[in-house]
Every structure is written in structure tokens, then in C-alpha cells.
């Protein structure tokens, strides 16, 4: 592998992401650049263990998921004119709306702002931005019309990194999932330890 692509390998296992987010290493896309790594983040409803095991690294079948998304890191020694750069980070987000919010027409631009804000806050290096926000509105019919309706944000963005300290990257965005779960923020001064599931 390249230097470079090592060196923002690295940086990735130096995150540290919120205890509340399960993240894992998930098949990279194969068409997309000659080097990439991928990885899947899951925020679940807090709910209580019989046991704390250890090795207990899923949370439980019944735990609900409030937030999911993507974590798509690419690399082109070559460079690409259209990334502005050799890499190129490429993200997904998804989570259920409570109606209210989820029918507010700002939502996007909200969803768009928290990324900005949670990479500005970070002291991520990026540049050429971009995204698309979706509301999905699901209704139920038939045997099924007993459902309530519900609304989903989607938010698909990507940037091209500043340097290779991929690591501030990942930490902002695993930071974004956790808004879209509705988790509140840290509070100042407080740093997340890394973990992989919850207790």
C-alpha cells in the first residue's frame, strides 16, 4: 500500500469516537478508487444487559437503532481533478425523525449545517464539500395500516481532506451520527474513549 494511504490508515485507529457509537470495518467499494477502507456506524437505544461480558461486542436484539451510516475513505495516488486531491472521504447517515421535526422543511439545511459545524468544531482540514439531504416519508396500508407514519432523514455528503489526519475526520462524523440519534453533545472539556459497544 502507499505511504500515504498507511499513514491515513493509521490516523483511522487513532480516532476516538463516543462510547454510544458501534463501529466496525465493513468490504470497501472496489470501483471507486484503487485503495479505499469502509466502515459502518451504529447508534442503538441504551437498554439494560443481563450480562457485561467483555466479548459482547453486538448490542441486543431487541435494542432499537436510532442512527446508522457509512464511513467511505478513498484514496488515488494519482490524484483526481474531481476530488481536488488523492483522497476523498464519502459518508451516509440515516435516522428516523419524530414528526414534528421530521416535516419541517429546514431539515436539510439543519442536516447540512451539523456536518459543516461538527468538522469546523473538529479542526478538520477539508475542502470541496458537497451532499444531498432526503426526507422519506413511510406509510402503511392494508394489514399494516395499524403502523404510524414515520420520516427518515438520509444525508449523503463528501469532502477531500486537507491532510492525511484522517482521525479528526472520523471523530467529527462518528459526532454527526450521534446528533442524528438525538444523543446531546459532550460537554466541554469532556473526551470521548474509544469503545466499541454499549454497557
Do not use: K
Amino acid at each position: 500500500m502507499p505511504p500515504a494511504f498507511l499513514e491515513a490508515l493509521a490516523a483511522v485507529r487513532r480516532a476516538s469516537c463516543r462510547r454510544e457509537i458501534h463501529l466496525q470495518e465493513i468490504p470497501a467499494p472496489a470501483r471507486l478508487a484503487p485503495y479505499a477502507l469502509a466502515l459502518s456506524a451504529d447508534v442503538y437505544e441504551r437498554v439494560a444487559r443481563r450480562t457485561a461480558s467483555p466479548a459482547e461486542s453486538a448490542p441486543p436484539a431487541h435494542a432499537e437503532e436510532l442512527a446508522t451510516g457509512r464511513f467511505v475513505l478513498l484514496h488515488d495516488p494519482a490524484g483526481s481533478a474531481l476530488w481536488d486531491g488523492t483522497f476523498r472521504i464519502v459518508t451516509y447517515i440515516r435516522a428516523r425523525m419524530e414528526s414534528e421535526m421530521g416535516n419541517d422543511t429546514m431539515l436539510g439545511s439543519v442536516a447540512w449545517t451539523w456536518l459543516l459545524d461538527a468538522l469546523n468544531e473538529s479542526g478538520a482540514d477539508y475542502r470541496q464539500a458537497g451532499g444531498t439531504a432526503t426526507r422519506v416519508l413511510s406509510e402503511s396500508y392494508g394489514t399494516l395500516e395499524h403502523r404510524n407514519e414515520t420520516i427518515d432523514i438520509e444525508l449523503r455528503a463528501s469532502w477531500t481532506p486537507g491532510d492525511h489526519d484522517i482521525s479528526t475526520h472520523l471523530e467529527a462524523w462518528a459526532d454527526m451520527v450521534c446528533t442524528f440519534a438525538g444523543l446531546p453533545p459532550l460537554p466541554s472539556g469532556v473526551t470521548a474513549l474509544p469503545h466499541r459497544r454499549l454497557s
